[in-house]
């Protein structure tokens, strides 16, 4: 087995009373895209920046290429940054923004001006090594910055929401560059970001960090479909969810009442006992909607909702329903089919879900809300 | 009330002019007028009571006697070289002020380089007169050190003056300094960190460049003030400072000799002219960029 990457173990950092990151340990593997996901405030951006050296830990090492980067500086760590501002050098022509790095270590400049030269062709940027920074675009930026850094050839490239300035039709279009670059150049990506999408878009793994931990490591695919923890189930993807106590037991299905009195079923997230505060989670392309309740499967508990708006966003789109004896609010995706078009606000209809694929977990000490 | 494009025009104009005026009348009655009457003197000589004739005779004094010549040279030397000092000197002031103090430390430090100039140029210079006369204050500690065994006169010394200049002009460099090291992107410099650089090449490849127009912006003001600088080279130089501007006061002043006074006028507004220009085409900045963008 190849060493990993990035091996991280029991690495801490607090500021004052509060735990950025909180012993943390993990490994990525040589080549892989491993996404960080979290909202502001997690720590993950404490974490990104004790790998590249800027904040030094309280505890804990962080090995890079199987080497331990205790006491190394930001700038002798086989590790490049591509930052969320991008920080491209302004006084600096593009070539010359490439070649940076290449002219730290020594290179003679023709040599660096040529490497210079081939790294931006393969960014697709050939012809923009004398053009000013300034005059390049968004995406064009972006690509600068990331050859800036892999034209130095680094273990580990870290990135720090880079697409986070970019609007949100570039971004689309950057997260398919990202990870078409990630799979040409091979090196390993460690990418933070607050944007579920582009962590499931573009890695192998992804962590959600919370609270200077890891709530869960996993694919994509896992986190999506089986969340360890009640917060990845409300972070990753859209998701109803139903706050109540437990308050019947059939197998792995758990019934849940809420505070309104409103009843539904979900497959239970580890132990979940009777009475227990719960939150049960739904995702809107789960629940099925029908206008006649005879049309939707017999096998699941159906539920009654009045259509209260309509949100439209072609592929997206879902109606808000309220379900008729709580008043909850329940989002349903609608089918892309368009068979529910001509949906009015205020129209009674009928709702329901497989139990086994809504989620509920023990709220442990937490009052439902 | 409707108006033609032409009479709104004419309206806009008349709005400028009127709210220009006040600008370009101090402009045309302090600096223009002046000058003009200055030029008309330096160029012209009395043959007899009341009766005057054009010459070149001042300019021709001016570069015929050393002294003066020598002076001129003096003073535009050490007028650089105060300049240069005080750079080094204001540059990590604003360093510290911009990137290592945070919030109200950062504006803290920043009244302090403000507070010395709420007392008069004057008093300043006679504070340093007690500190540095010969019965002063720092010679008394020298010698209570044992590093003089005698009092020292630290007054009239090139040095002393260069201290007095320094002083005097830091805060007209910390100021261009601070104002474009702020707009300097901290991210560029962890960026450059992270790519290898060290602190040397930071600072030549990133901070420099991009405070370069705060820099030439600080050094043209801190040299103009420096040049022209009348009471701290006097009081702290006494009859050794040999600063031209005290050539041309007691042309002026002493020899009532307007002609000539006027000529130096010139020829030091002539000094300080090449040398804005020198330095700004050595560092490769325009002058209108400089004073736009600090």
């Known amino acids: ?369 | 009330m409707t108006s033609t494009p032409a009479q709104r025009l004419w309206q806009r104009r008349l709005v400028l002019t009127l709210l220009l005026a006040p600008a370009l009348l101090w402009l045309f009655a302090l600096i223009v007028l002046p000058h003009i009457d200055l030029a008309l003197l330096s160029f012209r000589t009395r043959s007899a009571p009341r009766h005057y004739q054009p010459s070149l005779t001042q300019y021709r004094t001016f570069f015929t006697e050393p002294l003066y010549w020598h002076i001129f040279v003096r003073t535009a030397v050490l007028s650089a070289v105060a300049t240069a000092l005080t750079l080094v000197i204001a540059f990590p002031v604003a360093w510290v002020i911009t990137k290592v103090a945070q919030g109200r430390a950062s504006a803290l430090l920043f009244v302090v380089c403000l507070i010395p100039f709420w007392v008069s140029e004057t008093v300043r210079a006679l504070g340093w007169l007690i500190l540095l006369r010969e019965s002063g204050v720092l010679p008394a500690l020298l010698v209570k050190l044992g590093i003089t065994a005698v009092p020292v006169e630290l007054l009239y010394h090139d040095a002393t003056i260069l201290t007095g200049l320094v002083y005097t002009s830091l805060l007209f460099m910390v100021v261009p300094l601070v104002s474009s090291l702020e707009s300097l992107d901290n991210s560029l410099i962890e960026a450059a960190y992270d790519l290898g650089a060290n602190g040397f090449a930071i600072l030549r490849d990133i901070v420099i460049p991009h405070a370069a127009p705060g820099i030439t912006a600080g050094c043209i003001v801190v040299f103009m003030l420096t040049l022209g600088n009348y009471l701290t080279p006097t009081l702290l130089g006494g009859k050794n400072s040999q600063w031209f501007t005290e050539l041309i006061y007691t042309q002026f002043i002493v020899r009532f000799n307007w002609e000539q006074g006027a000529a130096f006028g010139f020829l030091l507004l002539a000094l300080s002219t090449t040398m804005v220009a020198l330095g700004l085409r050595l560092s490769g900045q325009r002058f209108v960029d400089v004073m736009r963008r600090s």
């Open chain 1, 1 to 369: 087995m190849t060493t990993p990457d990035l091996e991280v173990a029991s690495l801490a950092k607090r500021f004052a009373d509060y735990r950025a990151v909180d012993d943390l340990s993990f490994t990525v593997e040589r080549g892989s895209f491993f996404s960080i996901l979290g909202p502001s405030g997690c720590g993950k951006t404490t974490l990104l920046r004790m790998i590249a050296g800027f904040i030094a830990p309280d505890s804990g090492d962080i090995r890079i290429g199987g080497k331990s980067m205790q006491a190394v500086a930001p700038n002798r760590r086989p590790v490049n940054m591509v930052f969320q501002q991008l920080a491209l050098f302004p006084m600096m022509s593009v070539g010359e923004n490439v070649a940076f790095g290449l002219a730290r270590r020594g290179m003679p400049k023709e040599e660096r001006g040529r490497r210079a030269a081939a790294m931006l062709e393969r960014v697709s940027l050939g012809g923009a090594v004398h053009k000013r920074v300034d005059e390049l675009s968004g995406g064009q930026r972006q690509r600068v910055a990331i050859a800036r850094s892999l034209v130095l050839e680094p273990t580990l490239l870290l990135l720090d929401e880079p697409l986070g300035a970019l609007d949100l039709k570039l971004r689309e279009h950057m997260k398919i560059e990202l990870k078409q670059l990630q799979a040409a150049f091979g090196t390993t990506f460690v990418y933070i970001t607050h944007d579920q999408s582009e962590a499931l878009v573009l890695s192998d793994h992804v962590a959600v960090m919370n609270r200077g931990r890891f709530e869960q490591r996993g694919t994509p695919q896992d986190l999506y479909y089986e969340p360890a923890t009640a917060f990845v189930a409300g972070f990753v993807g859209a998701n109803n969810r139903i706050a109540g106590r437990v308050v019947g037991n059939s197998g792995d299905i758990a019934e849940v009442a809420t505070a309104q009195g409103w009843h539904v079923h979900a497959r239970k997230s580890g132990a979940v006992a009777l009475g227990a505060a719960v939150e049960a989670f739904v995702r809107p392309e789960v629940a099925a909607l029908e206008r006649d309740a005879a049309l939707l499967p017999k096998e699941h508990p159906q539920h009654v909702g009045i259509v209260q708006s309509l949100l439209f966003d072609g592929a997206n789109s879902a109606v808000l329903l309220t379900e008729e004896v709580s008043r909850f609010e329940f989002r349903v995706a609608l089918p892309q089919t368009g068979r529910f078009a001509d949906l009015k606000v205020g129209e009674r209809v009928y709702f329901s879900f497989d139990p086994g694929r809504a989620i509920c977990f023990a709220t442990a000490d937490q009052v439902p809300s």
